[in-house]
């Protein structure tokens, strides 16, 4: 079973690249919004196991609440927060 994650980001050009990296490592499931409102509409629809976040106006992508990444998000890096991220919530 895949890892659903939902990316927030007012960006869709950037949400989509994400999401397409994202899926074709075929570790997960990805759900968009390219703003707050349908992100807490997709958070509660879609359950997904973690949600990502943009930090609105800055250079820095925020995931995970704790994780800040700079853009551009390197898929690597990325799956690698994603995954840290999953692990520290499931222990």
């Known amino acids: 079973m895949n890892t659903k994650v939902l990316i927030i ?3 869709a050009d950037f949400c989509h690249f994400i999401k397409k990296n994202l899926m ?3 570790m997960f499931d990805v759900v968009v919004a390219t703003n707050g409102k349908d992100g807490i509409k997709m ?3 879609e359950r997904p196991d973690m949600p990502g976040d943009d930090v609105a106006e800055g250079a820095e992508n925020k ?17 690698e927060t994603i995954m840290n991220i999953l ?3 499931s222990t």
């Open 9 to 11: 980001d007012d960006e």
């Open 24 to 26: 074709q490592s075929g």
């Open 43 to 45: 958070a509660k629809e």
């Open 63 to 79: 995931i995970g609440n704790n994780y800040i990444l700079p853009k551009p998000v390197r898929t690597k890096t990325l799956i």
């Open 87 to 89: 692990s520290k919530i």
